[in-house]
Each structure stands twice: as structure tokens, then as C-alpha cells.
């Protein structure tokens, strides 16, 4: 079995502001760097803001002027849905083991989309669970360059 261990929640608002100032103001989470994604948001962090990995909390806002970044990057949502426990975006966890896992959802017949961020070392599996709540799977990059090698060979 993989270990796993939670790396953080999304959601996604269409009070960005607002969202950002209750969970600082609330939690103490500060505002930090985020990769350049196809649409606006917000990394709130836990502590040094230099680690991706205290970045617990993504906030994901909609570009009302161009929303099909984000459609593209991560689905469509109705934003009427987005109050309560359906503005929970996705919830992500680190592993290890991707090989294994790709074996396993396609043996499992279950659909995923996969990419890479490199500027954080992260190779990503996104899945929807039966609820259709989205499974974020984040592998060290280095896993996803070792499967593509050897894939290459043969």
C-alpha cells in the first residue's frame, strides 16, 4: 500500500477576497507563491512560504472575462454549485508508487488525466471518486521521467 498523506484542499470561489481574508484572518494562513496556472487564484500557507508543501490551501477563482483556463485545466462548474460542500474543489494527496497506480485505474477500468508541473516536481493524477468529488495524486516528477524512460526503451 502507498503511503499517503494530505498535501491540500482546494476551492474554488467566486469571493476570492473574501476567502483569502477569512482563512488568513481565521486560520492565520498567509498568502504565498503560486506556479502561473491558466486562471486566477490564491496559495495560502502554513508556515515558510519557500516549501510548495506548507502551501495548504489553493484558492481558485474564475475569470469571468476568459473561464475556459480553468475549464480546460480543471472542469467546469456550475457556479451556482459553488456554496457549501460543493465549492470543495479537489482534495490531493502525495504518493508514491505511480507506476503502480496507472496500472491499477487502468486493470480498474478508471478513468484519469495526468500532468506535470516541473517548476514544483510534481507529476499529477487527477481521478473523480464514485461521488464525483476529484482525487488529486501528486508523485515526484522524477517518477513520471523514469516511467517515460522506460517505456521509450521498450
Known amino acids: 500500500m502507498s503511503n499517503l498523506s494530505l498535501n491540500h484542499f482546494s476551492i474554488r470561489s467566486l469571493e476570492i477576497e473574501k476567502t483569502t481574508e477569512f482563512y488568513s484572518k481565521l486560520l492565520g494562513l498567509t498568502v504565498g507563491p503560486r506556479p502561473e496556472f491558466p486562471f486566477p487564484g490564491v496559495w495560502l500557507y502554513n508556515g515558510d512560504e519557500?516549501?510548495?508543501?506548507?502551501?495548504?490551501l489553493h484558492l481558485i477563482a474564475i475569470d469571468k472575462n476568459d473561464p475556459n483556463?480553468?475549464?480546460?485545466?480543471?472542469?467546469?462548474?456550475?457556479?451556482?454549485?459553488?456554496?457549501?460542500?460543493?465549492?470543495?474543489?479537489?482534495?490531493?494527496?502525495?504518493?508514491?508508487?505511480?507506476?503502480?497506480?496507472?496500472a491499477l485505474l487502468?486493470?480498474?477500468?478508471?478513468?484519469?488525466?495526468?500532468?506535470?508541473?516541473?517548476?514544483?516536481?510534481?507529476?499529477?493524477?487527477?481521478?473523480?471518486?464514485p461521488n464525483g468529488i476529484v482525487i488529486e495524486l501528486n508523485y515526484?516528477?522524477?517518477?513520471?521521467?523514469?516511467?517515460?524512460a522506460k517505456a521509450a526503451q521498450g
Do not use: C
Open 140 to 148: 515526484p516528477a522524477a517518477e513520471k521521467t523514469a516511467l517515460d
Open 50 to 56: 519557500s516549501s510548495w508543501a506548507n502551501a495548504v
Open 69 to 102: 483556463g480553468l475549464k480546460k485545466y480543471l472542469g467546469e462548474r456550475d457556479p451556482s454549485s459553488l456554496h457549501g460542500s460543493g465549492a470543495v474543489d479537489h482534495i490531493a494527496f502525495f504518493a508514491n508508487g505511480l507506476e503502480d497506480k496507472i
Open 106 to 129: 487502468k486493470k480498474l477500468n478508471i478513468a484519469y488525466r495526468e500532468r506535470t508541473v516541473p517548476v514544483i516536481g510534481l507529476h499529477q493524477i487527477f481521478l473523480d471518486d
